[in-house]
């Protein structure tokens, strides 16, 4: 169970693009199609952005998209917003015995 | 409106036990699985444990297996977590959390405040 590896940061100014990766092996991120990102604000709870690898919840932006190529997924935050800037977490399934594991974290900044 | 909210936590000293609770609200409980999620200050998420909606299937982190035991209660619409033998590494913010459908493995749609768990003499 070791966690799934994003970059410790990103940025990018407002209106412009991110792209947060997220890598780990076949027997996680490749092997299923259940990759979820969240976002998390300081002191608050994490927020379900991205399920099921590129599908978005009820009222998150569609600014917001999520991919995966082979044991990589990534989350890509268009049109960056101020309210934007936080921490991201991905997630992947990982078996049965509901496995699960989570990303290292991308802090993500507006300039 | 969904609502989890947990409780228990608290300070206790290495070697002792704790249980957490969380109570759930607002939908169909015995529908979904849940799970507990953990993050130790200043640091990332780690999936703790995780339940069925029947009970049936239950799953660990490595890091816990052996010393924490996740239950719940259908018919109170409550999920616990009963961590033995604590460690100053168990100290963290606990999150319950709910899976996003009635399929296990898609995510986590809805998360409580969390409640804090210090492991310190």
């Known amino acids: 169970q070791s966690a799934l590896t994003q970059p410790p940061s990103a940025s990018g100014s407002p209106g412009q693009s991110v792209t947060i990766s997220c890598t780990g092996t076949?027997?996680?991120?490749?092997?299923?199609?259940?990759v979820s990102w969240y976002q998390q604000h300081p002191g608050k709870a994490p927020k379900l952005m991205i399920y099921e690898v590129s599908k978005r919840p009820s009222g998150v932006p569609d600014r917001f998209s999520g991919s995966k190529s082979g044991n990589t997924a990534s989350l890509t935050v268009s049109g960056l917003q101020a309210e934007d800037e936080a921490d991201y977490y991905c997630?992947?399934?990982?078996?049965?015995?509901?496995?699960?594991?989570f990303g290292t974290g991308t802090k993500v900044t507006v300039l | 409106e969904v609502q989890l909210v947990e409780s228990g936590g608290g300070l206790v000293q290495p070697g002792r036990s704790l249980r957490l609770s969380c109570a759930a609200s607002?939908?169909?409980?015995?529908?979904?699985?849940m799970h507990w999620v953990r993050q130790a200050p200043g640091k990332g998420l780690e999936w703790v444990s995780g339940i069925s909606w029947n009970s049936g299937s239950i799953g660990y982190a490595d890091s816990v297996k052996g010393r924490f035991t996740i239950s719940r209660d259908n018919a109170k619409n409550s999920l616990y977590l009963q961590m033995n033998s604590l460690r100053a590494e168990d100290t963290a913010l606990y999150y319950c959390?709910?899976?996003?459908?009635?399929?296990?493995?898609?995510?986590?749609?809805?998360w409580g405040q969390g409640t804090l768990v210090t492991v310190s003499s």
């Open positions: 959390a709910k899976e996003a459908l009635m399929v296990q493995g898609v995510g986590f749609d809805y």
């Open positions: 607002g939908f169909t409980f015995d529908d979904y699985a």
């Open positions: 997630s992947s399934y990982a078996g049965s015995n509901n496995l699960y594991v």
């Open positions: 076949s027997s996680d991120v490749g092997g299923y199609n259940y």
